[in-house]
């Protein structure tokens, strides 16, 4: 959760053709599922896609759909400043975590091929297969979609490794053992 405090301001609305004028508010932001799910039925983009740029409407769009802080002054969003967008861009990248997951060590080394999830939808579905309670979704979203990814790997449990081929030749001799004796054949 994020606290930030955005100062009162005086300004000329050139779409309305009059003055504007906000009061100090202090507004309490979460990046959470629920800001995102928001977010996208808006804009029908996926939030999470890496490499898209946002504009400037769709990021303070954002901005508002992170928003906690009841009956907040639609105008007071055009009056962040730079220092205060980077702080909130600054708090959304933080993993707010300690978990970290294994890379490869070695070159050629498989890779766990596990794709992050890229839209509201998805990353419910993965909660729903992983039992994940809904009240999750008001978690930060990296820490979610870190549980998320931790119970792939834990429910993945080595069963997506690749086994040498002397391995899978003593697998595959065991299997034909039990089946001869089994049958009772010759082979």
């Known amino acids: 959760m994020l606290k930030i405090t955005i100062p009162s301001r005086e300004y000329f609305d050139d779409k309305k053709q009059e003055f504007i004028k906000t009061k100090e508010t202090e507004l309490t932001l979460e990046h959470s599922l629920l800001s995102l799910f928001k977010w996208e039925q808006k804009w029908k983009k996926p939030f999470l896609k ?10 303070i769009d954002y901005i ?14 055009y009056n962040l400043d730079q220092k205060t967008v980077e702080e909130i861009g600054a708090y959304i990248n933080d993993p707010h975590t300690a978990t970290t997951f294994n890379e490869p060590k070695k070159e050629g080394e498989a890779r766990r091929k596990v794709k992050p999830p890229e839209t509201a939808e998805t ?10 309670p809904f009240e999750c979704q008001k978690w930060h979203i990296n820490n979610l979609l870190t549980l998320i990814k931790t119970y792939n790997v834990k429910n993945d449990d080595g069963k997506n490794k690749k086994h040498s081929k002397g391995d899978m030749a003593k697998n595959r001799a065991a299997i034909n053992a039990q089946r001869l004796k089994k049958y009772g054949t010759k082979g």
Not at 70 to 76: F, K, S
């Open 64 to 77: 508002r759909c992170m928003t906690l802080t009841p009956n907040v002054d639609p105008n007071l969003y």
């Open 50 to 59: 890496e490499g898209y740029q946002k504009t400037y409407e769709e990021t």
């Open 123 to 132: 990353i419910y579905c993965s909660m729903v297969m992983a039992g994940i």
